[in-house]
């Protein structure tokens, strides 16, 4: 892929975005165009936004880089929940529509060959690989709402090769979200054995890959408290306010012993109860 650099003037005054955990207050919007930093896997990034935007996904396509280096994205408009989070990113409705939205990702991006010589980012893939390139940090934060439910996705920088039950263990800890409910601030009163049933339903999990589903959310558990232990010894501030906002490593270990005990419940939950 060549290089192209394009210069924007703007028309407007800088908007500050909330970006992520690894870019917060580097993302900006000037206009219709988003800027934000360059990740290490830019390339292999590109490749797969390209390529499922050219499929009729909808996705954030790079547009070239700025004069500062920073990649350029076209605006996608629409509503993306952040905390505290706004009533209708609650609904039982919101999270089906990320189901969908991940089912129309993971079957479209299905049909994609990538280059072998690609690179993608390892902080968050799947242990035993895929078929497939996951999205890997599908978060509230990540995802554009608009008047039918969600839209797109955000914020490829840690996709890789799984599963698809992977990308949706990631997704249910995050959207549910899957943690002991003092976790989980002023989304505590939700009911996280239903709303795990309304995910995977709208998804289109199959029967035989509930045990599966329920394995890849206990693991997908474990490889993210790693990525973020390392992210805090490396002393990124966001890392360590949400540790410290987790319960450090006590918090940390009561949360997966909360995943460990609940997997029959989890089970039960998927086939009503069967």
Known sequence: MVAVRVTVLPMREPEQLAG???N???????????RRPAAAHSDANAALLHAVAAKGFRAPVPLGSDEQGRLLFGWIDGAVPAPPYALWSLTESALASVGRLLRRYHDTVSTVRFAKELEWCEDLADPHGGPIICHNDVCPENVVFGDAGAIALLDFDFAAPGRRVWDLAQTARMWIPLRPAKFNGDRAHLDPFRRLSVLADAYGLEPAEHREFVDAIVESRRVGSRFVQGRVQAGEPAFIEAWKRHGMADGDTAILHWLEDNRRAFLAALTGGQ
């Open 24 to 34: 917060g207050g580097q993302v900006v919007r000037i206009g219709e165009m988003v």
């Open 20 to 22: 992520g955990m690894a």
